[in-house]
Structure formats: C-alpha cells, structure tokens
C-alpha cells in the first residue's frame, strides 16, 4: 500500500505513528526544512471541550499507546472583561509547547514516528495523486478542502502571536475580552516558563492590515509592559470538512476542519484524527463515521461561537461575572463530568430562536 503523508505536523505525524503500527511505512512530505514550530509558544488544552474524562496524556497513552508529556497542569485561569473580573481555579486544562525543543508536542511524536521525512519538499495534490493509494492531507490548512468545495467557514480571523519575557507564575493562563481590541475574539498570555510566556491576540473579521491597531489598543488598554521578543501574525479560519475522506484523500488535523471556533483548540483532534485515519486506511474503515464524536464536540461549540459572536463589551462583562458565580463554578470547574457539549443543544435553541445562525 503506497500513503503519502502531506504535512509533518501533529497530525501528519500522528498518522504516520499509527500507520507504522499495521507494518505501513508512508512516504511523508514537509515543506518546512525542520520539524516543529520556528515560534516559541504554548498551547492549551482545556477539560471541558474535549470528550475524555482523564488527561490527554493517560488518554493518548492508554487508547493508542502514543505518549505525549504535557508541560504542566493548567491550575488557574484569570479572565478580564472591559470592566469586570473573574478567577477560576481547580484541574482546567493542560499547557503543551510548541517549538523546536526535544519536549516539544511535535517533536515527542516524531520521536515515537522514527521515519524519514522528506523535508523542503512543498507538495501540491497533483503532483502526487497518481503516485500513491492513499493521500493523508495534514497541511493545517484548508486551502485543498476550499477547492475541492468540501469546506464551511465558522469563524475568520488574524491571530498575532508573540513571545515574551519577564516575571510569571507557571500553570497559570489570563485571558481578556474587549470588542475594543478583540471584536468578539479574545486575547491571552500564557506562561510556559518563569521567565517566557506566549500573548495572543485574536481578532474576527478584519484584514492583516488592521492588526497592528487592534494589537497596540490591545497593549495601551491592558497596560501590557513586558519585553516582546518575537511575533507572528496568522490568519486562522476554522470550519468544516465534508466529507473528510474523498476518495483516496483523507483530511487531518486543521485541515479536515477539527479546529474548534470558540477558543480555537485544535491539538487533540489533530493527533487523533491522524490516528483515526491511518486506522481507517489499514483496516478498511469509515473514518466520517469514526470522527463523529470529534466532529460533534467541535459543532457544539460553534454554538458557544455564534453567540459571542453576538456580544458586546456589556455582554463580555456578564459573561466573565457569570463564568465566576459560585453555583457556575461548581458546575463547570469542580465538576469533572461538565463538557461543554452538554449544553450546546440548549445554546443551538437559543441561537435558532433568537436568530442568530448565520453569524
Ligand atoms: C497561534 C496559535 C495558537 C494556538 N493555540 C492553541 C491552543 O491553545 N490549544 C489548541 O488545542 N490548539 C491551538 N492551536 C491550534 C493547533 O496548533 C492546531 O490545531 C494544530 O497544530 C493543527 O495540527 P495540524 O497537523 O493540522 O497542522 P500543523 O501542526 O500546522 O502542521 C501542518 C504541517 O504541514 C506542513 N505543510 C503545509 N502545507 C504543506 C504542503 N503543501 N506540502 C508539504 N507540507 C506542508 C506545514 O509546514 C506544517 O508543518 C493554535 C494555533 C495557532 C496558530
């Protein structure tokens, strides 16, 4: 069986992981001439947008024997409307980094992956389609998925991000909400050392162009002081792929749309998607079907989505006060079973009600 593995990301090589398992040996693809990120960032994973009760890294561990060591529990989260604050504590999430170190999310699977990858190499789906059985496109985009007509737009937006240093407390995160600078995106500062911690600020709806207004409103209003080593801007759009499989094609990772749009989380269902599908390609199986349950969590919070879609800073005010009620607190944060996709048929009522399904 000839695979070829577009992308030596999470998912791509996840795949490949996978594939390796049933004695199949992809040929992967990587445009890039080294592995992991050029930037120096963290990302995070939070309990209740993902569909398992224990952590990612004992869920990985026991369902697919992949390993990949966190840096750290995510304790405390401390979020800033225009005018209102709240702090949240307890099991949240889990912080990975992102970067060219040996710890980094991309760098533990390749270890695990120990194939060759065939770097430099930037890779178009004609140049390939006839030349393989099976194509796995793990781009982390949805360029292909655009073209081919498969992809549904959630939520548009330009990110800048950067690395700082100064003084931080670890397992922490701090996010801020603020038409203002953040339209109804968000921005936040993750610590992924005592010294260095990753700011974000996402912004829906504009051009790259306007980033640097919203970026330095961002910075005067917060009075955001640190010492900036390096920034990004992306552009990131989240939405849907379907089909996910095309024929011999199978859309992973950011590209088969499993990023969701509320907070923008993408990592787990990067690693499993490439799992899935390499166990599709192996075993014959239907990997729409399989995805289901992924797909389902990423459509539930794009419910979430539609409504601060529709807030402003007045909204953001209520939220952030509500998110930190008592009653709420222990039903979302000390509750080990609260998914976010619990209410999410509530939130699509409202929405349906309310009309506000096609923002
Ligand atoms: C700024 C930022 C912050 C984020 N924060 C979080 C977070 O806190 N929590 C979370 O869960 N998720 C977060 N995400 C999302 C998460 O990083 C992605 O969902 C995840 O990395 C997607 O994995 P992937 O394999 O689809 O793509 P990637 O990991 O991006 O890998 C794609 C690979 O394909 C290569 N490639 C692209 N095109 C080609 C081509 N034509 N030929 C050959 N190679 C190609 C690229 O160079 C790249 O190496 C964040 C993303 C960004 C950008």
Aim: with cysteine; net charge positive; proline share 3%.
């Amino acid at each position: 069986m000839k695979i070829a593995i577009v992308g030596a990301g999470l998912s791509g090589l996840s795949c490949a992981f996978e594939l390796k398992k049933y004695g199949l040996t992809p040929t992967i693809f990587e445009k890039s001439t080294i592995l992991g990120d050029s930037l120096d960032y963290v990302v995070s994973n939070f309990r209740i947008m993902t569909k398992f009760y224990t952590s990612p890294r004992s869920y990985f561990k026991k369902t697919y024997g992949l390993d990949i060591i966190p840096l750290g529990m995510l304790k405390k989260i401390t979020m800033f409307g225009p005018s209102s604050k709240t702090v949240v504590r307890g099991k949240l999430g889990y912080i990975f980094k992102k970067g060219l170190e040996p710890y980094s999310l991309e760098n533990q699977i390749a270890k695990q992956v120990n194939l060759p990858i065939n770097f430099d190499t930037y890779v178009r789906i004609d140049d390939i389609r006839e030349d393989f059985d099976y194509i796995v496109w793990a781009a982390g985009n949805n360029k292909l998925s655009k073209e081919l007509g498969l992809w549904t737009s959630t939520f548009n937006t330009y990110i800048r991000i950067s690395t700082l240093t100064g003084d931080f407390k670890t397992n922490t995160s701090t996010a801020w909400f603020n038409t203002e600078y953040a339209r109804n995106g968000y921005a936040y500062l993750t610590p992924y050392s005592k010294k260095n911690a990753t700011l974000t600020l996402i912004v829906n709806n504009i051009t790259l162009e306007e980033l640097d207004f919203y970026w330095k409103e961002f910075l005067g209003k917060e009075q955001i002081r640190y010492k900036i080593l390096e920034t990004r801007d992306v552009e990131y759009m989240t939405g849907l792929t379907f089909p996910m499989r095309l024929n011999n094609i199978y859309f992973v990772g950011n590209s088969g749309g499993l990023t969701e749009s509320c907070l923008g989380c993408g990592t787990i269902n990067a690693i499993e998607s490439g799992i899935i599908a390499a166990r599709c390609i192996a075993k014959k199986l239907d990997y729409d079907e399989l995805m289901k349950k992924n797909v389902n969590i990423i459509k539930a919070t794009h419910e979430f989505r539609k409504v601060l879609n529709t807030f402003d800073n007045n909204d953001f005010d209520k939220f952030v006060t509500f998110l930190g009620a008592p009653g709420v607190k222990q039903f979302i944060y000390n509750n080990p079973f609260f998914k976010t996709k619990d209410i999410a048929q509530f939130l699509k009522y409202y929405n349906k009600f309310t009309k506000n399904n096609n923002r």
